[in-house]
């Protein structure tokens, strides 16, 4: 990317704590040609449209030459793309086989019965603050919680967990368009290869004794190689945006007091507050993978077949044509149906976990721990401009229930 372009500056780390309103710049074009070719859209009905169209492909090999291809690590480390980075009918098969043992129709009681196990670990992480006068809500309650529960869902046992905090930080770095610079792509291929090792032999132990977990259940359907991606990109998609997901959830209420009293007397309000943050607050900023497969008309433009193609997820989000008042936090609003879990054949798979474990965290942390406030505002934030949120969220606490 060009520097000085709309999108160096929306992936300049010194953008990361509101790149808003860089976004609002960029919807003034709805679909913007960056100097090397790349086309930004914007706007909520175009990014709708164009997540949509089967003429965007989701598969990094038809990337030109020249451009990054994140999450292609064929090459490297001998696995195939994970299904998000393939278009049908090669992604409908693999993700209809895994949604199998994940969810309804074949399985609508896998999530629910991880609630019990999942309580525990929340309940557990909050009498840990007892005796504090700070945390640090990151390290302290949105990290360790969506990493237990991925690890629940593939069958990882307990032990192993630590493994995959590092593994995924390391994953993240390559869906970032910045994970050229410096070693990330180097360490984002060493766990790769360390984690599909890991994966491999975990594989094979459930192929000779199935337990818990849908890596037993998806053995006899799908190839190691296949599931060894798919268990990849569940460890960062199920969460790393999780994590961003509860953590910037916390940091909204700090920052609206009178919106969190309302909560704490209306837990019923829990359902469009965490909505709306998912709106404004979305864990994943925007899809910078997509590729043209032929030419797309667009708000008045054309993007030619090949162009890479960047769908703005936060800014469209924003968009005033589609929300009223967008840059308004309003956990009441009506009609909200935003794109924080993005849209079409590629919905998040994740969507229905990360729900689940937002509804059982941001309720209980307000119930039980009374705030003084946030120690740092804006607090420090992850490098990666994707997957955005804090890597650290410092808040004083007075106190904790029961």
């Known amino acids: 990317m060009t520097p000085g372009t709309l999108s160096a500056q929306i992936t300049d780390y010194a953008s990361r704590a509101d790149p808003y309103p860089l976004y609002a710049e960029l919807r003034k074009t709805p679909v913007l040609r960056e100097d090397d070719g790349t086309y930004l859209v914007s706007t909520y009905y175009e990014v709708r449209s164009l997540a949509n169209d089967p003429r965007l492909s989701n598969d990094t090999s038809n990337r030109p030459p020249g451009f990054a291809r994140p999450?292609?690590?064929a090459e490297e480390t001998g696995l195939p793309p994970s299904f998000i980075f393939t278009d049908p009918p090669v992604h409908d098969r693999l993700r209809d086989t895994i949604n199998r043992p994940f969810g309804p129709p074949h399985s609508p009681a896998f999530l629910d019965g991880l609630r019990g196990e999942l309580s525990k670990v929340v309940t557990e992480l909050l009498d840990a603050?007892?005796?504090?006068?700070?945390?640090?809500?990151?390290?302290?309650?949105?990290?360790?919680l969506p990493v237990t529960a991925i690890c629940k869902v593939l069958g990882v046992p307990r032990e192993d967990e630590p493994r995959f905090h590092v593994w995924a930080d390391a994953l993240a770095s390559a869906l970032d368009p910045q994970s050229g610079d410096g070693d990330g792509p180097d360490t984002a291929q060493r766990a790769r290869q360390e984690m599909g090792a890991y994966l491999a032999d975990l594989i094979e132990a459930k192929r000779r004794r199935p337990g818990p977990g849908i890596l037993s259940a998806l053995t006899p359907d799908m190839t190691p190689a296949d599931l060894e991606a798919t268990a990849v990109l569940l460890l960062v998609a199920g969460h790393e945006t999780t994590v961003n997901a509860i953590t910037n959830t916390t940091l909204t209420l700090l920052r609206h007091p009178d919106v969190l009293r309302r909560f704490q007397q209306e837990p019923e309000l829990a359902v469009p507050l965490i909505e709306e943050v998912l709106r404004y607050e979305p864990p994943v900023q925007f899809i910078p993978f997509t590729t043209a497969l032929a030419d797309i008309e667009v708000a008045g433009t054309t993007i030619p077949e090949g162009s890479p193609v960047w769908l703005m997820l936060a800014a469209a989000n924003r968009d005033p044509k589609r929300f009223k008042d967008p840059d308004r936090f309003d956990p009441c609003r009506s009609d909200?149906?935003?794109?924080?879990?993005?849209?079409?054949?590629?919905y998040c798979f994740g969507a229905?976990?990360?729900?689940?474990?937002?509804?059982?965290?941001?309720?209980?942390?307000?119930?039980?721990?009374?705030?003084?406030?946030?120690?740092?505002?804006?607090?420090?934030?992850?490098?990666?401009?994707?997957?955005?949120?804090?890597?650290?969220?410092?808040v004083a606490i007075e106190g904790l229930t029961a």
């Open 71 to 73: 999450g292609q690590p």
């Open 129 to 144: 603050f007892e005796g504090k006068d700070q945390v640090d809500i990151v390290e302290d309650f949105s990290y360790p």
């Open 336 to 346: 909200n149906e935003h794109l924080g879990f993005y849209t079409g054949i590629h």
């Open 352 to 394: 229905p976990l990360a729900r689940m474990e937002l509804h059982m965290a941001v309720p209980e942390l307000f119930r039980r721990v009374t705030f003084s406030g946030l120690l740092e505002d804006p607090p420090p934030y992850r490098t990666n401009a994707v997957l955005r949120g804090p890597r650290h969220l410092p």
